[in-house]
DNA sequence: ACCTGAACACCGTTCAAGT
DNA sequence: ACCTGAACACCGTTCAAGT
């Protein structure tokens, strides 16, 4: 008895909002074509009319993922430091909004303009502030791993199926006691990724020079 | 007309090993339950008699290419500096060897026995060359993150299903400046990737102090 | 142009049964 | 103890068809 919208009521946007909505509440493994139709209110392969394959489907979320980073906007004096430093916490901000697309991220690398587009943009800022091409290219390249592979550690979502459980790990920790002690003020893992992401950022000026 | 052979011909070895080098062929995709039986020439279930589930499999062949990895050796002049960068370049050797790996290894933080005994001996090794228990498990998290992290990027194996295309790369290249001037010398990735631990291990000498 | 629905070729896993 | 085989409840995707 409801009336049909003569209008589609699909469209790419909503697909990529709906999937990456989906994948935050339900995980990647969640996200099943059979159940994202119904999601939609759609025979599932409604979406086949507007992605090629599930695949095309994960990109566009990484893709709409990196679209929610932004652009940096780059005062005159800017350092590179300050640049990398604001880039690395700005995708460390938004991926913890979105956990599980993580391993996404970390694992499609997707290669479309409008992802290359910014990282053309975010390399020329960096020329801007006296860094080589080459050299921008290079930190770049070592935040992103960092950033990534920290997230990657800290959220811990497995992409496979469940992992086996260890008990209590308060328990199991009594038989490594080095582990224990390291473990024993709590941590911080915002902290602990500043220090590594400062170390980083400073290392860089202190063994390579800041390319000149 | 085969003589059946009476004894168990799997064990948990066989299976494990085998489970890599299934993986390293065809990558974590290609490693299914029902093919994995037909490669051990058992039936698909016989797996189950000595693993739960396929995540436990998985797991076990994280551990297995850990075990690869070995125990460092640290003579008595170390510097905290030489044995972190010994863990991760033994690391990123070994997932070299085993690239189709490297997603699982980031993506499921096994806590077995043997894996937390590896960890606490690592860091015992860091806190006899002066470092706190602290610093060391924060200094190993963040070289341990960008290793992986690298390496994810750099074998970039996706992990769902197959890429969008994206042309030719060199043509692509042409509407971004910045990135074709930064890959205009070709792009070493051992050397960037020295590059950037060596910032991460030096960085954390010149910011954070030493532990003490 | 946009969506449906049946069909195909797969999955992982449970469970009772065989030896 | 160790392995089999049928069965269950799913998958992603193709393709012809509907409107």
Redesign the interface.
Known sequence: MRTRDPRPNLDRDRIVRTALAVIDRDG?AGLTMRKFGAELGVDPMAVYYYL?????L??AVVEAVHDEMGELEVGPDATWQSVVWEASQRMRTVLRRHPHTV??I????????KM??A???L??QL?DTGLT??T????L??V???????L??EV?????????K?GE?GD?MA?????A?????G?DPDR??D??L???????V???GSGH
Chains 1, 2 share one sequence.
């Open positions: 990647v090629p394959d599930k695949g095309a994960f990109d391993p996404l970390g694992t499609r690398p997707v290669l479309s303009p290359l587009a990282s053309d943009r390399i020329g020329v091409a080459a921008a290219l290079n930190i390249a070592c992103r791993a960092f950033t990534i592979g920290y990657l550690i811990g979502v497995p992409a496979g199926p469940p992992i086996e260890a790990v199991v038989g490594y006691p080095a582990l002690a390291g473990m024993a003020q941590y602990q990724f220090l590594g400062r170390a980083l950022v400073d290392g860089w202190a063994s390579a």
